[in-house]
Nanobody, 119 residues
Framework: QVQLVESGGGSVQAGGSLRLSCAAS?????MAWFRQAPGKEREFVAV????????LYADAVKGRFTISRENAKNTVHLQMSSLKPEDTAVYYC???????????????WGQGTQVTVSS
């Protein structure tokens, strides 16, 4: 089964940038990012198809975040710019066979990485 290892989380001031990475142990299909803030449900952030030809973003991050992948490295990235305090959450990467905004369809998940944005 697929192992996903995330990196790149940390603390940043509002307006700053962070780049998250998630390396998979083998070739993957759809890869996605979700996040969960304290007291809130896990929410969709971005998803990218196997080839990278299709990307979808949550309205809250559209125009600020960019998802990309490097298939030769089995790796997906999330470039986050113009960060806001409301972006503070644990960010999780996931992979599955279907492209969806719902976390329930993904088969494998990373351990999560904390992103904290201070004002």
């Amino acid at each position: 089964q697929v192992q996903l290892v995330e990196s790149g989380g940390g603390s940043v001031q509002a307006g700053g940038s962070l780049r998250l990475s998630c390396a998979a142990s083998e070739r993957t299909f759809t890869m996605a990012w979700f996040r969960q803030a304290p007291g809130k449900e896990r929410e969709f952030v971005a998803v990218i198809s196997r080839s990278g030809s299709t990307t979808l973003y949550a309205d809250a991050v559209k125009g600020r975040f960019t998802i990309s992948r490097e298939n030769a490295k089995n790796t997906v990235h999330l470039q986050m710019s113009s960060l806001k305090p409301e972006d503070t959450a644990v960010y999780y990467c996931a992979t599955g066979t279907d492209t969806s905004t719902s976390p329930t369809v993904y088969n494998y998940w990373g351990q999560g990485t904390q992103v904290t944005v201070s004002s």
